[in-house]
């Protein structure tokens, strides 16, 4: 079935932009014409994706001076010495303030991408052609751009919003199953955090979404875009309210950094993460255990991980916590859900309920 | 004799703040109370700085966290790995998104904390203390931060503008004769590109600034900042004015960059370049003979050199000059003279007189 072309703004004055989703986009023309109408652009990928589209984007793209870089795939990709090729090549090929950058991949290609433009020159403007679910919903809208360090996930980046997020459903064809999964976990964190009335739609169907049908999987798009627009517009520099959508991410990200980043997928850490924050708001007794228990089936009917590993000390989990970038004046602020469809940030809790929800991770 | 204190406003909203010029500011408790509220605080500063200011402002900073990195002294320190050593400090010491950056030390560092600064968790607050008449006048002002790429100067960078900048010219006593020069080198920019009436004056005073007379200092770093000031507060992401200074630098950064970096001062290789770019703008007729020579000549009274390097070859000449950021659509622009005190940035020239002036250069 044909889903039909869906668009969501997101309204930032001078840097508003569009999200296209629909089938189908990466090759068309038109679309890209919009999109990209420099006469320069690096195209930077990841060598699994790179032979599946490339070739259809090189082609839409026409008789533009097209170059490309294709890393291999994977999150240890995202580290600044990653860039040193990919600036290099447009220094190699004269390109000026005026050429584009677009991100043919997932999150990873998508940030680094995105901060090479962020960077190169002191800024030139990018578009995002996410190529999985994840990054479609998430990462590829918003203007997060950046890289890992050894010693955090993020650490080195910069606000950059793109000129336009392309997001092509034929591409999901091909994603394998596991990566689906890890993108169901921020579709279903949009609903815990501030959408109830998505939190039942996806309860009703997330058979259909496993079963990649397009129709839902072009909803679930456009609904988490929508989402996802509205807190940026809100919020663009992450001041206030858009820390919000780091549900499960400070536990999440803990699991990535102890577990070197890879081991699990990025979803995967997320929807842990997002079963011990619903399990602490419990423990608060901000949600009922009954809430916990739904917000857990969910993440679990979508085959994610419910449970964090078990070989994280508390120690490690604190010293990975506090690397957070919401943490303030030494202060560890929590994303927490005060009910099902409405989370808050936070630092003031109960600092026992923070302890024996790491301790019971630890216990398994 | 003491400098009265004196003020420059950089106006650009939200992002404004002020420019401090006096003597004893890096000890100033009050000064950097004003500027550097953070309670982390990481200093940025070389070897041969960090022994003779660091253990004042250390103090002067009173019971912040304090940490820093002291890089080995040199251009070459400006690279993007020389990040990962100062964000690994940061995120060792649990730096969160309010802390500060201080940049202690010349353009290099004040570039490269800046670019740090810009970067940090998707940017953090920093104030610039410059120890080199060049980055009072230049670098320090203005908000461009970057590193240097193998292929050219500040090709990885953002534009991201500092807390305050806090000019103390007690520094300038324990500057090394050739860096003085070359910072005058940023001095007489200014009034060639746009202050004639600062041009007369230096013609009359560029003794006593050689001398390191306080007062005619003072007045060299405040006429700098305001004309400095001016300009970015008209046009901060330079599209359209604030290219006009870079008079000199298009045929500066290329005699840097086929010398290696290094080799010749920023500050001189700009003399240079000023020449060829006065030399130009006669040969195309637009400044007379006369006003070339005078341009040259108060070069020559700083001490500077008037000539570039005649081992650089017109083809070696174009390829660095064709990186050059002002750049587009494959145009080469420079900024040339219309008149002295009156810079243009243009593509528009008769392409005889590139190629004579770069052959010009080439016979020494």
């Known amino acids: ?18 999200i296209e989703i629909g089938r189908g986009l990466i090759d068309s023309t038109n679309v890209l014409a919009h999109a990209a109408p420099a006469r320069q652009v690096m195209v930077v990928t990841n060598a699994a994706i790179a032979p599946l589209y490339l070739p259809a984007l090189r082609q839409a793209l026409g008789d533009r001076h097209v170059i490309h870089v294709a890393l291999p795939d994977g999150e240890q990709e995202k580290r600044l010495e990653s860039m040193l090729p990919i600036v290099d090549e447009m220094l190699v090929n004269g390109f000026d303030r005026d050429c584009l950058v677009i991100a043919l991949g ?6 680094l991408a995105g901060f090479v433009a962020a960077t190169y020159q002191r800024g030139v403007g990018y ?39 392309i997001a092509d459903l034929n591409v999901l064809s091909t994603l394998p199953d596991r990566e689906l999964r890890a993108g169901l976990a921020e579709v279903i964190k949009y609903a815990l955090l501030g ?55 400070t536990f999440g990200h803990a699991i990535e950094a102890a577990r070197g980043y890879g081991d699990w997928l990025h979803g ?48 490690r989990w604190r010293e990975f916590m506090a690397r957070d970038k919401k943490n303030r004046d030494g202060k560890m602020r929590l994303v927490l859900l005060k009910r099902l469809g409405q989370a808050v940030v936070s630092s003031d809790y109960d600092a026992d309920s923070l302890d024996q929800t790491l301790a019971q991770a630890c216990d398994g």
């Open 1 to 18: 079935m044909q889903a039909p072309m869906r668009k969501v703004n997101v309204s930032l004055g001078a840097r508003s932009y569009p």
């Open 106 to 111: 997932g999150g990873v290609i998508g940030d």
């Open 127 to 165: 578009v995002q052609l996410p190529t999985t679910l994840l990054a479609m919903v998430d990462s590829s809208v918003g203007g997060k751009t950046g890289v890992n360090h050894p010693r955090g996930k993020n650490m080195i980046g910069a606000f950059h919003q793109p000129l336009a997020v």
């Open 195 to 249: 959408d109830a009335e998505f939190l039942l739609w996806l309860e009703a169907n997330m058979d259909a979404a496993l079963e990649r049908d397009t129709t839902a999987l072009a909803y679930i798009v456009e609904r988490c875009c929508q989402n996802k627009a509205a807190i940026v517009a809100a919020d663009e520099r992450e001041t206030g309210e858009r820390a919000l959508l780091n549900l499960g991410h």
């Open 268 to 315: 995967e850490a997320i929807a842990a993460g997002m079963c011990m924050a619903a399990t602490m708001s419990a423990r608060l007794g901000w949600i009922s255990a009954a809430d916990r228990d739904r917000a857990i089936a969910l993440i679990a009917k979508a085959g994610l991980p419910t449970k964090a590993p078990n070989d994280i000390s508390p120690e």
